[in-house]
């Protein structure tokens, strides 16, 4: 027989640009999920910040990306559930031109909060066609 695998798919309507809010509420959904059973927890695409990047506060909350990632590292080890938290937006700085750039990102987190896949989108916004990056960990 196949293995079977609880999997919480988690639908929640984020707060635009309420960071923390937003994270509160999707790591209580993950704390219940893995109580309940299950393996792995998925989030929704823009999860933590929403979509508005026309607000000046938009690029600054990206850039608060790792924190968030390492939140969720955390919570995967503390409650051996593997997760998928969405797509985190996230602010980086080019080295050549010092232009800042987002990047829309999505990880695999481990059951012991190890990344072990990104995937990045690329040419994603403003009527760009698609193309993807997928990594996965050594």
């Given amino acids: 027989m196949a293995p079977v695998y609880r999997i919480a798919v988690i639908q929640l309507h984020p707060k635009p640009l309420q ?17 309940k ?8 695409e823009y999860h933590l910040t929403n979509w508005v990047p026309e607000d000046p506060t ?5 850039g608060q990306w790792e924190i968030y990632l390492n939140k969720y590292r955390a919570l ?17 700085e080019d ?9 829309n990102i999505a990880y695999f987190i481990g059951n012991k909060g190890e990344i072990l ?6 040419n994603l916004w403003y ?12």
């Fill in 117 to 122: 896949g990104r995937y990045q989108k690329k």
């Fill in 58 to 62: 938009f690029s600054d909350l990206c």
């Fill in 76 to 92: 995967a080890k503390e409650y051996n559930i593997c997760i998928v938290p969405g797509t985190i937006v996230e602010r980086h």
């Fill in 95 to 103: 080295a050549k031109t010092g232009e800042q750039k987002l990047f």
């Fill in 127 to 138: 009527g760009q066609p698609l193309v993807h990056d997928l990594v996965f960990a050594d």
């Fill in 37 to 44: 059973g299950a393996q792995l927890a998925v989030l929704p």
């Fill in 19 to 35: 960071i923390e809010t937003n994270y509160a509420k999707a790591a209580q959904f993950i704390q219940d999920a893995a109580v």
